[in-house]
């Protein structure tokens, strides 16, 4: 027996609220990847890495889980395992996690980009899909393979591209555009997949039966999303409070020309115009006549003004 889905058993509510929380958490992963980019020392870098991992992860997550508390079966109610539930969060920021490390410490490279893209993008559908394994019902979920053929590519193309944008956007508005375009292209993968969703239930006497062993939706799901949520939340006072992330500038003292070392071992970072450095002065001459004098040399070899 078939059974008949409905995926806005809530009208609108769900999916914008799920993709209002796609757009939060990629905002945020995506500034806290940007400081990590204006950050010498390793430790603070892996730091950061690792809240926009935790940012992205959770929000994609959360988005998942709201748009399905709109899923519904007509002819059988809905549980889910939370083992099964509070699996899929994982997976989703550990495969996050490994995107966004491969780009922060590689950099956009074509290489970086495809190898981070595909992990995150195949972490992001398999979170889906491990979410969707959670479902206890009167029957079987059945799915459309060249339907979850399309949701995967929508999620690596949607993965690459924001972690493109995390490592080669800086300004605050370019990172609102494309968490934005984030949002858009997960929501569309979540509800691609729910699209490939086939219910074949197997009801006693064609009566309606009841869910397997699980929590209901709202008993489970509701308290789940609290945790993601409020951690959101907090990180987005971390970014409100933050101005050299919020206005993606550097940290001073910490950049310094490729391929050279400041005095405090600082390192050039990838993809950071250099600055300028003076030149230092030797005994007996200021800082403006070392440069008279270096420039006079490279002209030819002409007498700088502080040459003795």
């Not at 001073?252 to 003076?278: D, H, K």
Request: aromatic share 6%; charged share 10%.
């Amino acid at each position: 027996m078939q059974g008949t889905t409905d995926g806005f058993s809530y009208g609108l509510i769900t999916p914008v609220a799920a993709f209002l929380m796609a757009c939060l958490g990629g905002a945020l992963g995506l500034r806290c990847a940007i400081r990590s980019l204006h950050t010498a020392e390793r430790g603070r870098k892996a730091g950061w890495l690792a809240l926009a991992a935790i940012a992205i992860g959770s929000g994609v997550w959360t988005m998942h889980f709201i748009a399905m508390m709109g899923f519904a079966v007509a002819e059988t109610p809905l549980t889910y395992d939370p083992a099964t539930t509070f699996a899929s969060l994982a997976l989703s920021i550990v495969m996050v996690g490994f995107g966004i490390f491969i780009v922060g410490y590689r950099g956009t490279t074509t290489m970086a980009l495809v190898t981070g893209g595909t992990v995150t993008g195949l972490g992001i559908a398999s979170m889906h899909y491990l979410g969707m394994a959670g479902i206890r019902l009167q029957g079987a979920i059945e799915y459309d393979t060249l339907t979850v053929g399309g949701s995967v590519v929508i999620a690596v193309v949607a993965a690459t591209t924001a972690l493109w944008a995390a490592a080669s956007v800086h300004s605050l508005l370019m990172s609102l555009a494309a968490s934005l375009a984030m949002g858009v292209a997960v929501t569309g993968m979540h509800y691609t997949g729910m699209a490939a969703v086939h219910v074949h239930l197997r009801l006693p006497n064609g009566s309606a039966g009841q869910a397997d062993a699980g929590e209901p939706a709202a008993t489970l799901l509701g308290p789940m999303l609290v945790g993601p949520g409020v951690f959101l939340l907090l990180a987005a006072v971390v970014v409100i409070f933050d101005p050299l992330m919020v206005m993606g500038g550097q940290e001073s003292g910490t950049l310094v020309p490729p391929g050279r070392t400041g005095r405090s071992g600082e390192r050039a970072l990838p993809g950071v115009p250099a600055q300028r450095v003076r030149p230092e002065p030797t005994y007996g001459e200021s800082a403006e006549g070392t440069v008279s004098r270096r420039s006079g040399a490279a002209g030819g070899g002409s007498r700088g003004v502080h040459d003795w």
